[in-house]
């Protein structure tokens, strides 16, 4: 089973992953060792628990203040899943961090995702834009399957 938590704001993050979970129970119809896929949502009422398996983080970007680059930012939104992550000894089991944003917003395209990674010494291992296409899905879920098989 991969386990991802996840923070979604305007829903898109929350459509996402929901998607990626079908999507995996597709697989392991048709392949029984396909793993599946848990899902927990982060927000601002839940409270940092100590985690002990192997997950991934999903974080979509918003950023207030500057260009997010060289003049500064301020990550907004967001926050909780970042602190549940930095919760006692949790960023150990983090394999990997995916992350979404708007193109439109150039530099800033997935600059959250990258600063968690920085963060917490792991990989962005993916990005998609907004709600994400179907060829997303599959190709997140590939990423996840191999990374999760590597542990």
Do not use: W
């Not at 991934?56 to 899943?81: K, R």
């Not at 010494?121 to 990374?147: F, H, P, S």
């Amino acid at each position: 089973m991969i386990t991802i938590f996840y923070i979604s704001i305007s829903g898109n993050t929350r459509a996402f992953v929901k998607r990626l979970q079908e999507y995996a129970a597709q697989q392991q119809t048709a392949d029984p060792t396909a793993p599946t896929i848990e899902l927990t949502e982060i927000d601002d009422n839940t409270l940092p628990q100590t985690v002990t398996v192997p997950f991934f983080a999903f974080v979509p970007t918003y950023l207030e203040g500057g260009n997010g680059v060289d003049n500064g930012d301020q990550e907004i939104l967001t926050e909780s899943l970042r602190e549940y992550i930095d919760y006692q000894q949790n960023a150990d089991y983090c394999l990997g961090i995916v992350g979404s944003g708007n193109k439109n917003f150039n530099r800033q395209y997935c600059l959250t995702a990258q600063q968690y990674a920085e963060q917490f010494n792991t990989q962005v291992l993916a990005d998609y834009e907004l709600r994400g296409t179907a060829a997303d899905v599959k190709r997140v879920y590939e990423i996840l399957r191999q990374r999760h098989a590597e542990g």
